[in-house]
């Protein structure tokens, strides 16, 4: 059984154990108790250390939302999330090793690490999971290009600075390919989707990860989400390689129970 499939086998842990904040998109309020934001010297917050992001699973964009109470589906993605839940999303782009892209890479199950590169104005964010895969962010003052002007990738093409004297790190992103949900169950997005994410650290234990989705191609308005991500001290990232033995393509069958792909014979 590979990573991917035991951790579907495990959701219902993994939500119970979600702390409250990061399934309903509320920010997480800092107590004296707790480790304080570790800086840089210029006053911007240091989000790395001496270990991880420990990333819980997002599985349902509609309980992290801010400001409002329901996704702004255009009917047909409305249409394709209903056919998604009804076909249990078997067809799941990141079950087939391909990256999460987008704000799913903060809710995916594996844990990440954010290092701030001063020396050539970037910022760099590993992911041990959803492919073995990184997204660079340009800390440099260029502005955001046209959607129009960027290769379309699955992490698209970011751009970033500080606010709020150094404690929020703003990232703004477009150029998306349309090869990713937006979410595991089946929230989908087009080529026309931009993000502003913000990232925050109220304290040394907590990210507060929000991000706002605009996709005039796949929903009425802008909408919002928001979560909390646990900082494990002390541990370290390890190899994990999605591609290797995913049984869930070998096994995969279409609605007429039929294989996925097809089986070709080795000579």
């Known amino acids: 059984m590979n990573k991917f499939i035991a951790t579907l086998a495990a959701a219902g842990a993994v939500l119970a154990a979600l ?15 707790e480790p304080p934001t570790p800086r840089f010297p210029d006053g ?18 509609g309980r ?9 589906f255009l009917p047909w993605t ?7 839940k009804s076909t249990n999303v078997a067809y799941d782009p990141q079950g087939f090793c391909l990256p999460p892209g987008g704000p799913r890479s903060m809710g995916t199950p594996y844990p990440s690490e954010i290092i701030q590169d001063f020396a050539h104005d970037r910022i760099i964010i590993i992911f041990e999971g959803g492919a ?10 260029r502005p955001l290009p046209n959607r129009e002007d960027v290769n379309p990738t699955y992490f698209g093409y970011s751009v970033g600075h500080y606010e709020d004297d150094g404690s929020t790190l703003v990232v703004e992103t477009t150029g998306f390919n349309e090869k990713t949900w937006l979410n595991f169950n089946g929230t989908m997005h087009t080529d026309e989707l931009s993000t502003t994410e913000r990232f925050s650290r109220p304290n040394r234990d907590t990210l507060h990860y929000e991000a706002t989705i ?6 009425t308005e802008p909408w919002t989400i ?6 494990a001290e002390g541990l370290e990232l390890a190899e994990y390689i999605c591609q290797e033995n995913n049984k869930f393509l070998i096994d995969l069958v279409d609605e007429l ?7 070709v014979p080795v000579e």
């Open 19 to 33: 702390p409250a904040a990061a399934q309903n998109g509320a920010a997480h309020e800092p107590h004296a108790s």
């Open 44 to 61: 911007t917050v240091d989000f790395g250390g001496d270990g991880i992001w420990d990333q819980p699973w997002i599985t349902d964009f």
């Open 64 to 72: 992290q939302l801010v400001g409002s109470d329901e996704i702004p």
């Open 78 to 84: 409305k249409a394709m999330y209903d056919y998604n």
């Open 132 to 141: 073995h895969v990184w997204r660079e962010i340009h800390m440099d003052g």
């Open 214 to 219: 605009d996709d005039p191609g796949a929903y």
């Open 226 to 231: 928001a979560w909390d991500v646990p900082w």
């Open 257 to 263: 129970g039929n294989p996925f792909f097809k089986k």
